[in-house]
């Protein structure tokens, strides 16, 4: 098992303790992801872990993957874990389902 798999395996073991879906959203541009949406709702901060609404719901939790990373330095990857199946990303930005496989992944 190479540290990338035993990274991502360690992720989802914190961030799948008790949220039912965990997403791979990457995008390029600031930290937080503006325009990004959970349930419809944008987030309108991503801070201490936390992932919360423009109103102030609570949408989930996150961990940084990649942070200014890429070759702008404006590239970001982040792991969310919500128990909304509905996410769309920022414009021009992707979303797919965290593979939950032990020993595999899609980071």
Same mark, same amino acid.
């Given at each position: #098992?190479?540290?990338? #798999?035993?990274?991502?395996?360690?992720?989802?073991?914190?961030? *799948?303790?008790?949220? !039912?879906?965990?997403?791979? #959203? /990457?995008?390029?541009? !600031?930290?937080?992801?503006?325009?990004?949406?959970?349930?419809?709702?944008?987030?309108?901060? @991503?801070?201490?872990?936390?992932?919360?609404?423009?109103?102030?719901?609570?949408?989930?939790?996150?961990?940084?993957? /990649?942070?200014?990373? *890429?070759? @702008?330095?404006?590239?970001?990857?982040?792991?969310?874990? /919500?128990?909304?199946?509905?996410? /769309?990303?920022?414009?021009?930005?992707?979303?797919?389902?965290?593979?939950?496989?032990?020993?595999?992944?899609?980071?």
């Amino acid at each position: #098992m190479t540290d990338r #798999m035993a990274q991502a395996d360690y992720l989802r073991s914190l961030l *799948g303790a008790t949220k !039912t879906n965990q997403f791979k #959203m /990457t995008w390029e541009g !600031t930290k937080i992801p503006r325009g990004a949406t959970i349930n419809g709702i944008e987030i309108g901060w @991503t801070q201490h872990g936390n992932v919360t609404g423009v109103g102030g719901e609570q949408l989930g939790q996150y961990e940084r993957a /990649t942070e200014f990373g *890429g070759a @702008t330095g404006e590239q970001h990857v982040m792991i969310i874990s /919500t128990n909304y199946a509905n996410i /769309t990303p920022p414009a021009g930005g992707t979303v797919e389902p965290v593979i939950r496989e032990k020993g595999r992944h899609n980071l």
